[in-house]
Each structure stands twice: as C-alpha cells, then as structure tokens.
C-alpha cells in the first residue's frame, strides 16, 4: 500500500529553527515534493528531491533518504508568516500521494 | 502571469443535485489534474489531463463524477447526482510538460446538504 506519516502540529517560536518530518511507503518513486498551504488558499510549491541529500532554498532546506523512506523540510529563522500547513508528497508509479499535513503555528 | 484559477470558490448544493466545477489552467500547461481534499482527510487524486486526454482518472470515485477538457484548455468537473460523502475541497492543479511542479489552484469548496 501507500502511506505517507508526518505530525499532525507543531509549534515553534518566532526566529528559531523548526524540523517538519515525513515517512513514505509507496510504490515506485520519482520524487518527493514539499508544499505550503495557508487555510484557504491553493497549496504552494517548496521544493522537490529526487535523489538522496539536502536541497537548500534561502529559509527553507528539504533533505531525503529513499534508503530510508524519509524527507524532512527546514525551516529556518522562522517569521509568523510561516505559520501554515506543510504537505510532504510522493510521485511514484501513481500520482501524487499526500500526507494529511503538518499545522505549523508559529508564536511570538 | 495568471496562476490556475477555480470557480465557483463556494457551492452549497442538495443531494440529488447536480454542480459543475470549473478550472482554468495556467496558459501553456498541457497537464491538468483534480485533486479532491475531505475534511479531516489527506489531498487525493482524481484524474490526470494531457492537453484533451485522459491521462489517468484512476482516482474518480465512482460514475457520478465526469471530467472533461475540451479542447485541452479549461476543465470541468460535474458531480451528478451530488451525495453527502462528496462534500470537500476540489482542487485543481496544472504543469508544463518540460517541469515536474504543479501549480494549484485555491480550490472551490463543495458543500453538499
């Protein structure tokens, strides 16, 4: 089957540095995505690895291991602005899989 | 440049009725997909566009759902006869051939009574 694990919330303090996790089991693999999606709005684009190690976009960094099966997404120097759900997504021999997201609050 | 647009935003609709969904793809983007989000649930996928074909529509629910892109451009998707369990947030996403990335759109809110 496919499944893709990633906590339900978390909260971090304004300007600290906060680890988003996501564990996948899914057939085949081409990737796996990272987006933003503030309530109500269309989810973003973050980033996108395919092969194993860091990938690091200004505040926000995503590292894979597909040994593993597992992604996380950085994000540093965090602002309020950050506070949203981040969606971890697999591509593999069938569409995109999402998890449920993460509910990222950032406080003061 | 236009992002992917949806409308309506919101429908609120009876069981038994019928709603038509529409999106409109960013200019140029052959592959247009339908995710669907219900409350509490992970984002799903529903079907997959290249330009007027069906690509994939392995994730359609059932016969009540039709997708069409007539023309390869905009899409619509109709729910009839709409049921309680369709209730969600339907989005819309599409992708150039040359990227991996797809761009969503904010999503029409069905609401189904």
């Known amino acids: 089957g496919q499944n893709i694990d990633q906590p339900t919330e978390m909260t971090a303090t304004e300007g600290a540095i906060v680890q988003i996790n996501c564990t996948y089991q899914?057939?085949?693999?081409?990737?796996l995505f990272w987006y933003q999606q503030h309530a109500g709005e269309a989810p973003t684009f973050l980033s996108y690895?395919?092969?194993?190690g860091l990938e690091e976009k200004g505040r926000f960094s995503s590292f894979l291991s597909r040994s593993k099966g597992y992604s996380y997404l950085l994000l540093k120097e965090l602002q309020m602005k950050d506070s949203a759900s981040y969606l971890c997504?697999?591509?593999?021999?069938?569409?995109?899989?999402f998890g449920k997201g993460t509910r990222l609050s950032v406080i003061a | 440049e236009a992002g992917v647009t949806q409308f309506p935003s919101h429908s609120v609709i009876e069981k038994g009725q019928t709603v038509t969904l529409r999106c409109d793809p960013i200019?140029?983007?052959?592959?247009l997909y339908w995710y669907r989000r219900v409350m509490g649930k992970e984002i799903k996928f529903l079907l997959h566009?290249?330009?007027?074909?069906?690509?994939?529509e392995s994730g359609m629910p059932n016969n009540r759902f039709l997708a069409e892109r007539t023309g390869g451009t905009y899409s619509t998707l109709k729910v009839q006869p709409a049921e309680l369990e369709d209730s969600g947030v339907y989005f819309c996403?599409?992708?150039?051939?040359?990227?991996?990335?797809?761009?969503f759109g904010p999503g029409t809110r069905l609401t189904v009574t």
């Open positions: 899914t057939s085949g693999f081409n990737g």
């Open positions: 997504a697999v591509s593999g021999n069938t569409p995109l899989v």
């Open positions: 566009f290249v330009k007027e074909s069906k690509q994939d």
């Open positions: 996403a599409s992708r150039a051939s040359v990227s991996y990335e797809q761009y």
């Open positions: 200019s140029g983007h052959d592959n």
């Open positions: 690895n395919v092969l194993d």
